[in-house]
């Protein structure tokens, strides 16, 4: 079977930094919807001036514009995929789950990544991205809390969720990310 997975965790838990370890290693597409809303903002096109200052307060830009990007991708992608940032919502998982049933595929399993809330705001304020400031961050967890730590019951429910503690160095996470796909 083609892998298809979501990683799901909170902002500085390690996603981009596994999905991209794990997308290299089993050859899947890794598709971060911040990266490419970065992307967007870089270019100046219309979508990255509609949704930069929205991710500079470390809110959600809106389901229909996230969409619009994970459903181009998706549609001319045939091999396995990681969604890394996606969903992140309840509204954003059902339009998911719409989407892949259009395309007959379905998410395989989905990785949470666990960590307390110091060390993702140490490792956060190390990196210093554009919204890694300490009030930023803080919103992000906020919204983290409010808006996609509900998925984990949804993923939970659906038998498909996998939990992956995300402390220590980034080679021992990976190696409970390839233990999380097997056991
Ligand atoms: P997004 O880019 O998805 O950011 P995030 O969820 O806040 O996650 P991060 O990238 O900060 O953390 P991560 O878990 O990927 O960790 P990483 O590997 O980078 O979203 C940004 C914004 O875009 C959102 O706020 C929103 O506005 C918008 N957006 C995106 N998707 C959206 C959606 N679906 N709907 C609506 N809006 C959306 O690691 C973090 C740092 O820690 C790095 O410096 C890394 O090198 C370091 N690190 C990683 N692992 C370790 C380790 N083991 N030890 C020490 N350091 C480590």
């Keep these: ?26 050859q899947l597409l ?11 903002v870089k ?14 307060r470390g809110e959600l830009v809106s389901d229909a514009l996230v969409l619009a990007i994970v ?29 892949l ?3 007959d595929q379905r998410i395989e399993r989905v990785l949470l990544l666990e960590l307390e809330d110091g060390v993702l705001i140490q490792r956060l304020l190390s990196r210093g991205r554009a919204d890694d400031n300490e009030a930023v961050i803080r919103n992000r967890l906020v919204v983290y809390q409010e808006q996609t730590a509900p998925l984990i019951d949804h993923y939970r429910n659906l038998g498909l969720l ?20 097997v056991d």
């Excluded at 270019?43 to 500079?56: I, K, N, P, T, Y």
């Design 101 to 103: 049933a259009e395309l």
């Design 71 to 99: 459903r181009h991708r998706l549609e001319s992608h045939q091999g396995g995929w990681l969604l890394d940032g996606f969903p992140r919502n309840l509204a954003q998982a059902e339009a998911l789950d719409g989407l």
């Design 162 to 181: 996998h939990s992956v503690e995300a402390s220590g160095t980034v080679a021992e996470i990976g190696e409970r990310v390839v233990a999380a796909l």
């Design 1 to 26: 079977m083609k892998q298809r997975l979501l990683f799901l965790g909170p902002p500085g838990a390690g996603k981009g930094t596994q999905a991209e370890l794990l997308a290299e290693r089993h």
């Design 43 to 56: 270019a100046g096109s219309a979508l990255g001036q509609e949704a930069e200052a929205v991710m500079a």
């Design 30 to 40: 890794h598709l971060s919807t911040g990266e490419l809303l970065r992307a967007e």
